[in-house]
């Protein structure tokens, strides 16, 4: 995602008061307009003389020209862009372009002023002052507007996009929050007369863990964090399973860079668990492991296969759809999730880029 697109729609929400005009100082707004510049020359010039004798000799000047055009509006309305923050879009739209057609008169007469004495009128600049300045005010602005309007469409595209996958990652989450507490209340109310202090500290697990699950879905936490709210839910399971559930931990000392969605992990420890420990009856031990490789955060979550293998394991598809489809509308393809039997084991890896500037 560009760095105009991050500033115009925060956490997957458009931000208030966000400009549809791109910071045309970056790299790829610059990009469009050298593009649309060296397009308009080429038009002009077929359109003027065709494909003859002087046509590469037309275009080299008229390019030079139409950029020197389109890199002064840039930088225009570059230097204007923090000033229109805030104002009504037609009110951007207007000033926009009263700046593109200003900055095209000013370099129109400036050309005619440089060129006209040094190389004589007729020779470069065939028509009168007038009749160049206008045909370039006129076709100055069509493009302009033209350009704008792209800007325009492009940015609220954007928002449209961030705002269905905001949705999208909102309803996704939902999905994980009633089985995961049900459970957790099944838990605790088995606890309730045969031990009403363990009830008691899991209530208050449970607690920490619903304040938590109630945060914003799109903006990922710290992976610390997602560790911290899947020991809480480990700890309550062990009220359940007791001396069968065994947690191995190798988590290295993570960047704050490394960030996870949230509730990404609970619902494979949740699978882990249901799938891997509850089948045998001497329980087994589950293993996460959570490092930095490259610019990738790498998870590891591995449990023993069960009794019954492939069986057991057809009903891990529900959950880890659930995080796949969520890490893909947060990351796109720069994430990814795998799962499959390894020996006696089932491991589930997770990867997710690391955030710059986090």
């Known amino acids: 995602m560009s760095e105009t697109s991050k500033q115009a729609t925060r956490g997957g ?24 510049a060296e397009l308009v020359a080429l038009i002009i010039v077929i359109a003027g003389g065709g494909f003859g004798i002087d046509f590469v000799d037309e275009l080299a000047l008229l390019s030079l020209y139409t950029q020197w055009l389109g890199l002064s509006a840039a930088g225009a309305l570059c230097l204007a862009r923090r000033g229109l923050n805030g104002l009504d879009e037609r009110a951007i739209v207007v000033l926009s372009l009263l700046i593109a057609l200003s900055t095209t008169y000013a370099v129109a007469e400036l050309a005619w002023w440089v060129i006209n004495p040094l190389v004589g009128a007729g020779e470069l600049i065939r028509i009168s002052r007038g009749d160049f300045v206008g045909r370039t005010v006129v076709i100055g602005g069509v493009v302009a507007a033209l350009v704008l309007r792209y800007f325009y469409v492009q940015f609220h595209y954007r928002q449209r996009i961030a ?9 996704l989450q939902a999905r994980i929050r009633p089985h995961f ?23 208050e697990d449970l607690a920490d863990l619903f304040r938590a699950s109630l945060s914003d879905a799109v ?41 996870l969605p949230l509730l990404s992990l609970q619902p ?12 045998a009856r001497a329980g087994g031990t589950i293993a996460i492991a959570a ?11 591995t449990n023993p296969a069960g009794a019954d293998g492939h069986a057991r394991h057809h009903g891990n598809r529900i959950a880890l759809d659930n995080v796949r489809e969520r890490l893909r509308a947060l990351y796109g393809a720069r994430a990814s999730l795998a799962a ?9 890896r997770l990867e997710v880029p690391l955030e710059a500037g986090a």
């Open 13 to 36: 929400r458009p931000a208030p008061g966000a400009v549809f005009l791109p910071d045309l100082c970056g790299f790829t707004a610059l990009f469009v307009v050298v593009v649309v």
């Open 163 to 171: 705002s269905e996958a905001s949705a999208r990652l909102q309803a």
């Open 181 to 203: 507490f049900f459970n957790c209340m099944n838990t605790i109310a088995s606890l309730t007369r045969s031990d009403p202090v363990l009830a008691e500290r899991a209530v």
């Open 219 to 259: 903006t990922p936490v710290s992976a610390a964090e997602e560790i911290a709210f899947v020991e809480r839910y480990l700890n309550i399971e062990r009220l359940r399973l007791g001396e069968r559930l065994v947690v191995s931990w190798q988590v290295e000392d993570l960047p704050s860079s490394a960030r």
């Open 268 to 279: 494979i420890v949740e699978n882990a668990i249901y799938h891997g420990i509850e089948p």
């Open 291 to 301: 490092a930095v490789d490259g610019d990738r955060l790498v998870v590891d979550i």
């Open 340 to 348: 499959g039997q390894v020996g006696e084991h089932y491991r589930v």
